[in-house]
């Protein structure tokens, strides 16, 4: 193998360019040429592919966002639109690729290496929703920024007498909610792991205020209820003044801290050393102290671990 690539995918997440970076000093060190495909599948299946050299991926490491852009781009799943990716490809001579992103970015990189292509994944999103790794590339450094969020919130509600309901992302995921909530000593997490007990709630925040709390934070995960109502109903039901607050994209952004980075390094380097072992349709996971690879079938289907104890932190210590 002579020519790989590396490209993000799906929702960007802080420490990707610190995944290209190790991806591409690991690729020029091994002596390939490596390539950018920029703006994701789309931009591949539109053949936006460059030829990085070592100074392009220099002064990136500390930065968020993806320098390669990103994007969504439904449309991969259709056979003739993979070929024509394909074609690009093969243009070029590029024989791997490195993938990071989402479960929506590891479907395509295990499309791609069924049609030849050897493709890795590395995961990288804020929702640490990939069960083939212990943490995802950017969960910890969008968790800073909830926690920095929410003890912002805190000082005003405090000051006030209010309730917090704070909207945290993760998709189908609770993991952002759970560690924000510990992190910064909420009264009540909800997330899809939890499920939503609407009166355990409103009573849990009730006897906060009867017994001369000054606040009370909720946090909970997007799309499973609408926290403008809730705090309504909140209010209420308790009589706490309640604001809602949804954090929004601003968990997707700020330079990374420095764990993302670790991982992102570390991680990027294992990838080229699967693709220079002829390795394709591996998905890299940290376990534990270790990096790890598994079939993207595999870490696809694979259920989630749930963390069942710091569940019960949350409650025993509000
Ligand atoms: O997967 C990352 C994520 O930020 C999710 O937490 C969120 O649900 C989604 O992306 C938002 O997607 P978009 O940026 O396309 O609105």
């Known amino acids: 193998m002579k020519k790989i690539a590396v490209m993000t995918s799906g929702g960007d997440a802080p420490g990707m360019n610190a995944a290209v970076r190790a991806v591409v000093r690991t690729g020029l060190h091994n002596g390939y040429q490596v390539y950018g495909i920029y703006d994701g599948y789309e931009g591949l299946t539109n053949g936006d592919i460059r030829l990085l050299g070592r100074g392009d991926v220099g002064g990136i490491i500390n930065r968020g966002g993806t320098i390669l852009g990103s994007a969504r781009f439904p449309e991969f799943k259709e056979k003739s639109v993979r070929e024509k990716a394909i074609e690009q490809l093969k243009k070029i001579g590029i024989e791997g690729i490195v993938v990071i992103g989402g479960d929506g970015t590891y479907r395509g990189a295990q499309a791609l290496t069924e049609m030849g292509i050897n493709c890795i994944g590395l995961p990288g999103t804020i929702d640490n929703d990939i069960s083939s ?61 939890t499920g939503f007990h609407k009166q355990l709630v409103l009573d849990k925040i009730k006897e906060s205020h009867n017994v001369g709390r000054r606040h009370a934070i909720v946090v909970v995960t997007e799309h499973l209820l609408n926290v403008s109502e809730f705090s309504q109903e909140i209010e209420e039901f308790t009589k706490y003044e309640t604001r809602a607050t949804v954090l929004g994209h601003i968990q997707r952004g700020g330079d990374p801290v420095a764990f993302d980075r670790v991982l992102a390094t570390e991680m990027g380097e294992y990838a080229v050393d699967l693709l220079k072992n002829g390795k394709g349709g591996r998905a890299v996971g940290l376990k534990g102290m270790d990096l790890v690879d598994y079939d993207i079938n595999f870490a696809l289907s694979k259920k989630r671990e749930i963390p069942k104890k710091r569940y019960g932190l949350v409650g025993r210590l509000s």
Do not use: N, W
Not at 142 to 150: G, M, N, Y
Not at 160 to 185: P, Q
């Open 133 to 193: 790794t212990d943490y995802t590339i950017g969960f910890y450094t969008a968790l800073q920024t909830i926690v920095d969020s929410i003890d912002k919130l805190r000082v005003t509600s405090m000051s006030h007498k209010r309730c917090s309901v704070v909207e945290v992302m993760g998709r189908h995921c609770g993991d952002l909610a759970l560690y924000s909530g510990i992190s910064a000593g909420s009264e009540y997490i909800i997330t899809p792991e």
